[in-house]
């Protein structure tokens, strides 16, 4: 596609509950993000998938997070359990490899009541 | 572990006037990214700096780029309503690793 695409846009869900995001990114990218951006700050590293590598973890903040990613394509990021503190925007990017750049997608809205 | 620090976190300017939002980061990167965030939105890329004295000009936005200081620059000149925004400097340190934002610096530019 044309640009880095994530769903939904929003999402509510109610405290203990489990949600996936997703998250599309350009055709031929290889790399892919997953921030998070709390109200009013600024963007907190999650996760990273490059290519076939193992994917770098270190941002995760807690086990209740995980990511998977099929490829070179989409990604869903799962929230097990949900808490009120998870309540975010979370942001997906993607990079090429031969590129210089990052684009960023809308961002998934959650809101944990 | 690399940090990113901008300063000032909050700015408040007339329209019409100049001011430099700083950008300091502490490894050794020559690749540095400055991005727009309007209110409830995502992220737009700015510039892209990848060598030490790069500078790149956008209309009212000049952004440069000392990799021996560790310190990018985003200058403002003539300030206009439409600059309202959060501007965001990021980091890498190498082509496709992840990014380390800056906290952000909230930008309000008065009639």
């Known amino acids: 596609g044309a640009g880095v695409s994530q769903s939904p846009s929003n999402k509510v869900t109610e405290k203990g509950k489990d949600v996936e995001l997703r998250c599309d990114p350009i055709s031929g990218h290889t790399a892919l993000y997953w921030y998070r951006q709390r109200l009013g700050q600024g963007l907190e590293f999650l996760i990273y998938f490059q290519g076939n590598s193992a994917p770098d973890k270190s941002g995760l903040p807690s086990d209740r997070f995980s990511a998977e990613r099929t490829g070179e394509s989409v990604s869903t990021l799962t929230i097990q359990r949900t808490q009120q503190e998870d309540s975010a925007v979370y942001l997906c990017a993607s990079s090429s490899i031969s590129g210089n750049g990052y684009t960023f997608g809308s961002g998934t809205r959650l809101t944990v009541v | 572990e690399l940090k990113v620090e901008q300063n000032p976190l909050f700015l408040s300017m007339q329209e019409g006037k100049n001011y430099t939002i700083y950008c300091n980061y502490s490894?050794?990167?020559?690749?540095l990214y400055w991005y727009r965030q309007d209110p409830g939105k995502s992220l737009e890329s700015l510039f892209v700096l990848l060598s030490n004295g790069a500078v790149k000009q956008e209309g009212r936005l000049m952004a440069s780029l000392d990799t021996k200081a560790r310190l990018s620059t985003l200058h403002i000149t003539a300030a206009v309503h439409d600059l309202s925004a959060t501007y965001f400097c990021?980091?890498?340190?190498?082509?496709?690793?992840?990014?380390?934002f800056g906290e952000g610096t909230q930008l309000t530019v008065n009639p």
């Open positions: 990021a980091v890498d340190l190498q082509r496709g690793s992840r990014l380390t």
């Open positions: 490894t050794t990167s020559d690749r």
